[in-house]
């Protein structure tokens, strides 16, 4: 029996500038959490968002999207989110391509070329 991963679209969105995040997960508080630490900590992976979050660190926390299936269903809605969003563009939004998605395809066990609720978070 093949099993099937759960997952879920996530954006994170910067309140004061608007810029957004897109990301996926299948432990999606558990991600929350990482992101938060991250960036409390000034470690965050994305050293835009991380700039922002140091100047106002309001930021929001929404599933957009949630899937049943392979990994690359998961990539394939998250790039479509990207996309839809504008968050390539650094006007809207945070994404790289480069460094938002390695990591993940590395945990879930992707090589490169297989492509394929809402909380506000309020920090002093």
């Known amino acids: 029996m093949i099993s099937r991963m759960k997952g879920c679209i996530y954006v994170l969105t910067h309140c004061r500038t608007g810029k ?3 990301g996926m997960t299948v432990h999606p508080k558990e991600r929350e959490k990482q992101h ?3 960036l409390r900590a000034n470690r ?4 835009d968002l991380q700039h922002d979050f140091n100047i106002d660190p309001h930021i929001t926390f929404e599933i957009v999207k949630t899937w049943e299936g392979g990994a690359n269903i998961g990539f394939h809605l998250e790039k479509e989110i990207m996309i839809s969003l504008k968050t390539y563009d650094e006007r809207y939004g945070y994404n790289n391509t ?17 492509s394929y609720r809402r909380k506000d978070w309020v920090t002093a």
């Open 20 to 22: 957004k995040y897109v």
């Open 36 to 38: 938060l630490r991250a």
């Open 44 to 47: 965050h992976i994305c050293k």
């Open 98 to 114: 480069d460094v938002s998605m390695r990591p993940q395809r590395r945990r879930m066990g992707l090589s490169e070329d297989n």
